[in-house]
């Protein structure tokens, strides 16, 4: 997942809680919307704010000056973070988006790595970012898993050594189950990652198969054992709502499987079909939509989170279940990045911000490794957010919570989003996607479940109805 992103270097999130799960009455089931229905292709996640089609190479410089920028510790303790992407799977998902590769040998996955670690240490030695501790690190893909022991001792040596992170409070790493050995479960757990996340996606080989998931539900069986005996903080399994051939059995069956491996945390996402995905290529050849349509997968994640809840789970967002009492088990990395939070994207294609300015890596092999080892930064295209773009970023960012606290935008933007947002929240509150109460809203259960779909009504207006990607 390396669409990653954001920041804001005016006010400190870490004296900022999230609201625990539990203080949040979870509103009841109800009927679902059902105007939006058949799932064409069209990037419907939003991970970002403004959309990355506005972002251009114009900004590049305005990037490179906020890195040449010394940090000024005595300013507002905004957390940092890192996130390293590594794009090799053993095969590519048929409705996979990411920059991927699933036919480098050793030699070229040695060579990225490399390069990889030499962009960090670059970064490191900036002078916004020399000195700063690490907040939060993610590993993500692509596979993070994929690559061998050695090569991940090696990579963590080397950004250890310029960039310390025995402070951290989490370490995230993605992990493919079929990837993993019992060595390299213990491998990961040594480097000192906190938060393992799973990507199940599926407990039916059938459908795992013909996703063109590379793991079948025997290796997780397989893996389990050795991820238990490694004790990480916090386990968190993936999964994703409506993939081709889901039917209410298979559904079914995936989350009480889901439940009974006992992971300490569950994200589970709705199939959709961004431009470049191998579904749709085929639908935008003539063929039709082959993924269920948006009001059956809503129901699935409806009963998901149910059941969920019925085995003791709590909603932390719109994505995630969570188990209450895991104190060791948070999302640093999506709080912090929902809370204007600094964040170095490393690796090909990887996004990042830093002091209101977005930012995004090369995308092609060769012009980013070239790039990074002849000492220079990958920058490809980039973004300075206006005062205006940083509330709007963030706001329907925490929206995904599911609810919003009026008081923290007005602390740290001075800005009342009840006037500024009078519009979008009165037609959702009207749509019955939201409640209005003292200082904030909440959504409705039907507006937990198509978050994404509100979100555009916040956008400034020049930013509607633009591709999104």
Same mark, same amino acid.
């Given at each position: 997942?390396?669409?990653?992103? @954001?920041?804001?270097?005016?006010?400190?999130?870490?004296?900022?809680?999230?609201?625990?799960?539990?203080?949040?009455?979870?509103?009841?089931?109800?009927?679902?919307?059902?105007?939006?229905?058949?799932?064409?292709? %069209?990037?419907?996640?939003?991970?970002?704010?403004?959309?990355?089609?506005?972002?251009?190479?114009?900004?590049? !410089?305005?990037?490179?000056?906020?890195? &040449?920028?010394?940090h000024d510790p005595t300013g507002p303790d905004v957390p940092l973070g890192?996130?390293?992407?590594?794009?090799?799977? +053993?095969?590519?998902?048929?409705?996979?988006?990411?920059?991927?590769?699933?036919?480098?040998?050793?030699?070229?996955?040695?060579?990225?790595?490399?390069?990889?670690? +030499?962009?960090?240490?670059?970064?490191?030695?900036?002078?916004?970012?020399?000195? +700063?501790?690490?907040?939060?690190?993610?590993?993500?893909?692509?596979?993070?898993?994929?690559?061998?022991?050695?090569?991940?001792?090696?990579?963590?040596?080397?950004?250890?050594?310029?960039?310390?992170? /025995?402070?951290?409070?989490?370490?995230?790493?993605?992990?493919?189950?079929?990837?993993?050995?019992?060595?390299?479960?213990?491998? @990961?757990?040594?480097? %000192?990652?906190?938060?393992?996340?799973?990507?199940?996606?599926?407990?039916?080989?059938?459908?795992?198969?013909?996703?063109?998931?590379?793991?079948?539900?025997?290796? @997780?069986?397989?893996?389990?054992?050795?991820? +238990?005996? &490694?004790?990480?903080?916090?386990?968190?399994?993936?999964?994703?709502?409506?993939?081709?051939?889901?039917?209410?059995?298979?559904?079914?069956?995936?989350?009480?499987?889901?439940?009974?491996?006992?992971?300490?945390?569950?994200?589970?996402?709705?199939?959709?079909?961004?431009?470049?995905?191998?579904?749709?290529?085929?639908?935008?050849?003539? /063929?039709?939509?082959?993924?269920?349509?948006?009001?059956?997968?809503?129901?699935?994640?409806?009963?998901?989170?149910?059941?969920?809840?019925?085995? %003791?789970?709590?909603?932390?967002?719109?994505?995630?279940?969570?188990?209450?009492?895991?104190?060791?088990?948070?999302?640093?990395?999506?709080? &912090?990045?929902?809370?204007?939070?600094?964040?170095?994207?490393?690796?090909?294609?990887?996004?990042?911000?830093?002091?209101?300015?977005?930012?995004?890596?090369?995308?092609?092999?060769?012009?980013?490794?070239?790039?990074?080892?002849?000492?220079?930064?990958?920058?490809?295209?980039?973004?300075?957010?206006? !005062?205006?773009?940083?509330?709007?970023?963030?706001?329907?960012?925490?929206?995904?919570?599911?609810?919003?606290?009026?008081?923290?935008? @007005?602390?740290?933007?001075?800005?009342?989003? &009840?006037?500024?947002?009078?519009?979008?929240?009165?037609?959702?509150?009207? /749509?019955?996607?939201?409640?209005?109460?003292?200082?904030?809203?909440?959504?409705?259960?039907?507006?937990?479940?198509?978050?994404?779909?509100?979100?555009?009504?916040?956008?400034?207006?020049?930013?509607?109805?633009?591709?999104?990607?």
């Amino acid at each position: 997942m390396s669409d990653n992103t @954001i920041v804001d270097s005016a006010t400190p999130t870490t004296d900022q809680p999230i609201p625990p799960a539990t203080d949040r009455p979870m509103p009841p089931p109800t009927n679902l919307d059902t105007t939006q229905k058949g799932t064409e292709v %069209g990037s419907v996640f939003v991970s970002n704010y403004p959309p990355f089609s506005t972002w251009s190479e114009d900004d590049n !410089d305005a990037y490179r000056q906020a890195l &040449a920028t010394p940090h000024d510790p005595t300013g507002p303790d905004v957390p940092l973070g890192l996130y390293m992407h590594i794009p090799f799977c +053993r095969k590519r998902c048929k409705f996979c988006y990411f920059r991927v590769y699933t036919d480098r040998n050793a030699s070229q996955i040695k060579r990225y790595l490399e390069a990889l670690a +030499r962009e960090v240490e670059t970064l490191a030695a900036q002078p916004a970012i020399a000195g +700063r501790r690490l907040d939060y690190i993610y590993f993500g893909g692509g596979t993070p898993s994929y690559i061998a022991v050695k090569h991940l001792k090696v990579l963590v040596e080397r950004v250890r050594g310029v960039m310390p992170w /025995d402070g951290a409070q989490e370490i995230t790493f993605e992990c493919e189950p079929g990837t993993l050995t019992e060595s390299k479960v213990n491998a @990961i757990r040594e480097i %000192g990652v906190t938060r393992l996340s799973l990507g199940v996606e599926n407990f039916d080989d059938t459908i795992l198969e013909d996703n063109g998931r590379a793991h079948l539900t025997g290796e @997780i069986d397989r893996c389990m054992p050795w991820i +238990r005996a &490694a004790d990480f903080a916090q386990l968190n399994v993936d999964l994703i709502a409506g993939m081709v051939g889901e039917t209410w059995d298979t559904w079914r069956d995936t989350v009480a499987k889901t439940i009974e491996l006992g992971p300490d945390s569950v994200t589970i996402y709705q199939m959709e079909l961004p431009f470049n995905t191998i579904y749709s290529k085929g639908i935008l050849g003539g /063929d039709e939509s082959p993924v269920a349509d948006w009001t059956l997968k809503r129901e699935w994640n409806d009963y998901a989170i149910e059941e969920l809840r019925a085995a %003791g789970f709590d909603v932390s967002s719109a994505y995630t279940m969570i188990k209450p009492g895991k104190t060791t088990a948070q999302f640093r990395y999506r709080d &912090a990045l929902w809370h204007g939070a600094d964040l170095l994207g490393t690796g090909i294609a990887s996004f990042g911000h830093l002091a209101g300015i977005h930012a995004q890596n090369l995308s092609g092999w060769e012009p980013y490794l070239s790039t990074v080892e002849s000492g220079e930064l990958p920058l490809k295209r980039s973004f300075k957010l206006s !005062d205006t773009e940083r509330l709007t970023r963030e706001l329907i960012l925490q929206l995904k919570l599911g609810y919003l606290d009026f008081g923290y935008f @007005i602390d740290k933007f001075g800005v009342d989003p &009840a006037e500024r947002y009078a519009d979008a929240f009165e037609r959702h509150r009207a /749509d019955d996607m939201l409640e209005r109460h003292d200082g904030g809203v909440s959504l409705t259960r039907q507006g937990l479940l198509q978050v994404d779909r509100l979100l555009p009504a916040f956008y400034d207006e020049h930013y509607r109805n633009i591709r999104y990607t």
